[in-house]
């Protein structure tokens, strides 16, 4: 039976009102239950002593489920969650307005993973804005976009449109570890890319769950001239090719013009015309933050620039990168305002 235009475009609408309904219903369960659970955390609260709440949670878990048998969720683990919960976010403001945006099994996640308010807040802000799903949620904790997002060095903030320029900010850490790597004490950026090719789902793992594999020593042809970037990269929610640079000393200022002209020449000659313009990420051994920051501030293309490391160990001095606390609501707030992620 054939459909006519018309009617495919009505039969298009019915389905995307359908999927609207759907979502809507189960947004609304969903607040119905973070409503109910917070409740029985606050109950929970009532009685003083540790012992005689855990007691009390045995008993109320064993009522719950012999009075409704069909319906999980009061195991004595979920309704520790619960108090948990409620203890940790009550009397929090910034925190409360925000418990029912999310499913309760991506707050047990943070609730488990997270300590500090401010990092409990972004991921249930990220996790609304960019729809993550749980094991999205876990790989972004374990690696760290939090820190990422406030301590990392790109310019995104003045080259990138403000519609994906935060979830453009989330896609460069501020350093890679790349400790399944088999290198000796002396390695060329050529040996070092081929591992990482060897190595290539741990690499993209490590570079984030978005990331496709296009080519490596990918060749571009100017003027009768070859050129080749490292690693070429495509980000499927950013929608955009990301160009790659490694480098196994440390950045220097140059680099940064050797990145634009990558750029310059995927956004006209290679990038499809509803794709968006390209990223560049520039991997080094080490870097001085100081000389990174004045060598962004000159560049009109997107550019971040990160470090690396072969051993699974934190940056030294990791916490002393991190912005002050005010400096972070600012953040988080600046994150929070663009309404149309």
């Known amino acids: 039976m054939l459909i006519k235009k018309e009617e495919i475009e009505i039969i298009n609408k019915i389905k995307e009102r359908v999927r ?3 979502y809507n219903a189960l947004k609304a369960v969903n607040i119905e239950l973070i409503n109910l659970y917070w409740e029985i955390g606050k109950s929970l609260t009532s009685i ?3 012992k005689s709440q855990l007691n009390l949670i045995s008993s109320l878990s064993e009522e719950l489920q012999n009075e409704f048998p069909g319906i999980k969720g009061f195991s004595v683990s979920n309704l520790k ?9 009550h009397g929090i403001e910034r925190l409360e307005s925000l418990i029912r945006e999310i499913s309760w099994t991506k707050h047990i996640v943070i609730l488990q993973k997270c300590r500090d308010n401010q990092e409990k807040e972004f991921y249930i802000l990220a996790t609304k804005k960019f729809g993550w799903t749980k094991n999205v949620l876990i790989h972004q904790i374990e690696s760290q976009a939090y820190e990422r997002f406030l301590i990392n060095q790109t310019n995104y903030d003045k080259t990138i449109s403000p519609e994906i320029k935060n979830q453009a900010k989330l ?4 350093e890679y570890i790349f400790d399944f790597l088999d290198l000796g004490e002396d390695y060329s950026e050529r040996q070092m890319e081929s591992e990482l090719i060897k190595n290539i789902r741990k690499f ?3 570079m984030g769950n978005q990331f496709a594999f296009v080519a490596n020593q990918y060749k571009l042809e100017i003027a009768d001239k070859e050129y080749f970037i490292d690693l070429l990269l495509y980000h499927r929610q950013l929608r955009c090719l990301v160009a790659i640079e490694l480098k196994i000393g440390e950045f220097i200022p140059e680099y940064k013009g050797k990145m634009e002209f990558y750029l310059e020449v995927l956004n006209d000659k290679v990038k499809f015309p509803d794709e968006n313009d390209s990223i560049g990420i520039i991997i080094c051994k080490e870097k001085n933050r100081t000389v990174v920051e004045y060598s962004l501030k000159s560049s009109n293309l997107p550019i971040g620039v990160a470090s690396y490391e072969t051993t699974s160990k934190l940056p030294k001095n990791y916490n002393k990168l ?3 606390s005010n400096e972070i609501v ?3 707030d600046l994150f929070l305002n663009f309404d149309d992620l």
């Open 20 to 22: 609207k309904s759907q």
């Open 48 to 50: 003083n002593t540790k």
């Open 81 to 89: 969650y619960m108090l948990r919960f409620y203890n940790g976010y």
């Open 171 to 174: 896609a460069v850490k501020d």
């Open 204 to 206: 993209l793992l490590e």
């Open 322 to 324: 991190l912005p002050t």
């Open 330 to 332: 600012e953040k988080i």
